[in-house]
């Protein structure tokens, strides 16, 4: 059979969902080929690959355009099989029953991707199937994959194909990982672990052996020169497996890296050790500037003087730092959003980011918000739209979107301070703010944080991509409540 995975779009980061289904269904002598929505114009993709299933992987900012997509697809290709599964699906399960989908897979999909697929083949009833859900009827989940050895390695094949952009970038993405111990209640990943209680351990770290195989077969045949670990959190500390990791990375690989890690797990010997190994960047985030607000709102449980000592520690090292911070949470005031711009300041990262907070349906504070009537309107197209909560005046929005916008610099240029801070405050969100943003999170990222190499033209024509999707035009022109 062939498989047509559909994704919304393709930015800089491998998506490892759909490679690690294409290469189980190409274990079992299945193809696979690839449609992106804002790319591609997926009926003609159907027509001439002639799919035999597609399969939708859906965040759920994105949650529209696949809805869309479903109906025009049946409407027509009645008989066509459209499977769908990610983030949404899972903590939506839902929509199968309104939607134009024939199944959706919620949870850790791999083993239920396989079984589905065998079924299908086979012309079985396939709603029987754990982390299955149809119209017919909605099945339990199974436990969690023991052991992440034993899947094959994600096919790359799938998305660095001739013509695409990530086949001629120097960054390679690899997932070490799976799961989060943490519980913070604007992740989905405590969601997850709900979900998951007594179905298997939660965080499944791969073999080192397993992980550099994986990097050494990728380099062999796409080249890079850096690599950019995706797991929610690289490591937990110095361990066994991060000391055998050090000494054979080191050894067998020695390039660059990126990854992510909490300011709590930060200390010396950790430090160290990352950047022995080869650790360039990290992903940190400060989360919001009131002690109060990250510890009974957000349960990020870590002090001001902690936060501090632990950027102290990383950028004392020579590591860069990008560290988020979250505008809009639910109850904030405008001092509380001053006090995220201040400990900013305080820990000095080299890419200072600033979100909005978005009340994604099933994640613990997204609850919150709904269960109080705070949510206004549709969710947002991306983490940095306008607030959808009704506790927020026009100008607390207004300031909102501004620090988004003007925060970094801000951040990177203290002394600018009291010039930016009169803009933000009293100057209405406007396209001039949104290009200086658009530039300078270009102009960070690619120097301090991830050191993406590509030719001149490329480089522009990814650059307008993203420049035209942060600035919509109906951004500029919507009234704004």
């Known amino acids: 059979m062939k498989i047509l995975y559909v994704v919304k779009d393709m930015s800089y980061i491998e998506l490892h969902g759909i490679m690690q289904l294409s290469a189980l269904s190409k274990q079992r002598g299945h193809k696979s080929c690839l449609g992106i929505i804002n790319e591609h114009d997926i009926l003609k993709v159907i027509e001439k690959e002639n799919p035999d299933i597609v399969a939708f992987s859906m965040l759920t900012l994105d949650a529209s355009s696949f809805e869309n997509l479903a109906r025009d697809i049946k409407n027509k290709h009645k008989n066509l099989t459209i499977i769908a599964g990610g983030p949404h699906a899972t903590f939506n399960p839902e929509i199968v029953d309104t939607w134009e989908v024939d199944a959706i897979i919620c949870g850790e999909g791999d083993d239920a991707f396989v079984d589905f697929l065998n079924a299908a083949e086979g012309g079985h009833d396939y709603s029987d199937i754990k982390n299955l859900h149809t119209k017919a009827k909605k099945n339990p989940l199974r436990p969690l994959i023991d052991s992440l050895d034993k899947l094959p390695f994600p096919d790359r094949e799938l998305v660095y194909f001739e013509g695409g952009h990530l086949l001629n970038l120097n960054v390679r993405t690899f997932m070490t990982s799976r799961g989060c111990a943490y519980r913070c209640t604007y992740c989905f990943n405590n969601k997850y672990n709900m979900l998951y209680r007594n179905k298997g351990k939660i965080f499944r770290k791969r073999s080192v052996d397993n992980v550099i195989e994986e990097i050494l077969k990728v380099k062999e045949k796409y080249p890079f020169d850096f690599i950019r670990f995706g797991d929610d959190n690289f490591i937990y500390g110095v361990d066994k497996w991060m000391e055998?990791?050090?000494?054979?990375?080191?050894?067998?690989?020695?390039?660059?890296?990126?990854?992510?890690?909490?300011?709590?797990?930060?200390?010396?010997?950790?430090?160290?050790?990352?950047?022995?190994?080869?650790?360039?960047?990290?992903?940190?985030?400060?989360?919001?500037?009131?002690?109060?607000?990250?510890?009974?709102?957000?349960?990020?449980?870590?002090?001001?003087?902690?936060?501090?000592?632990?950027?102290?520690?990383?950028?004392?090292?020579?590591?860069?730092?990008?560290?988020?911070?979250?505008?809009?949470?639910?109850?904030?005031?405008?001092?509380?959003?001053?006090?995220?711009?201040?400990?900013?300041?305080?820990?000095?990262?080299?890419?200072?980011?600033?979100?909005?907070?978005?009340?994604?349906?099933?994640?613990?504070?997204?609850?919150?918000?709904?269960?109080?009537?705070?949510?206004?309107?549709?969710?947002?197209?991306?983490?940095?739209?306008?607030?959808?909560?009704?506790?927020?005046?026009?100008?607390?929005?207004?300031?909102?979107?501004?620090?988004?916008?003007?925060?970094?610099?801000?951040?990177?240029?203290?002394?600018?301070?009291?010039?930016?801070?009169?803009?933000?405050?009293?100057?209405?969100?406007?396209?001039?703010f949104r290009y200086i943003w658009v530039v300078n999170k270009g102009y960070l990222g690619s120097k301090y944080i991830w050191p993406i190499k590509m030719a001149f033209l490329l480089k522009i024509k990814l650059f307008l991509k993203s420049f035209l999707f942060e600035i919509p035009e109906k951004r500029i022109t919507e009234t704004r409540r």
């Open 244 to 432: 055998e990791f050090s000494v054979k990375y080191k050894k067998m690989v020695n390039l660059p890296f990126y990854c992510l890690i909490r300011p709590n797990l930060i200390n010396n010997e950790v430090v160290r050790l990352l950047r022995s190994t080869g650790c360039h960047s990290i992903g940190m985030s400060i989360e919001a500037g009131s002690e109060s607000i990250r510890e009974k709102i957000l349960k990020r449980g870590m002090t001001d003087e902690e936060l501090m000592k632990a950027f102290d520690i990383v950028q004392g090292s020579g590591i860069k730092v990008f560290a988020n911070s979250i505008a809009g949470i639910p109850f904030a005031t405008i001092k509380d959003e001053m006090k995220s711009i201040e400990l900013a300041i305080k820990c000095k990262p080299a890419y200072p980011n600033f979100t909005i907070f978005t009340p994604f349906p099933g994640v613990e504070l997204s609850d919150v918000a709904y269960k109080n009537n705070l949510v206004n309107g549709d969710l947002p197209q991306r983490t940095t739209d306008r607030s959808v909560l009704n506790c927020f005046t026009k100008k607390e929005k207004d300031i909102q979107e501004n620090i988004v916008t003007l925060g970094p610099l801000i951040v990177r240029f203290p002394f600018l301070k009291l010039f930016i801070l009169n803009l933000i405050m009293h100057l209405p969100p406007n396209r001039l």
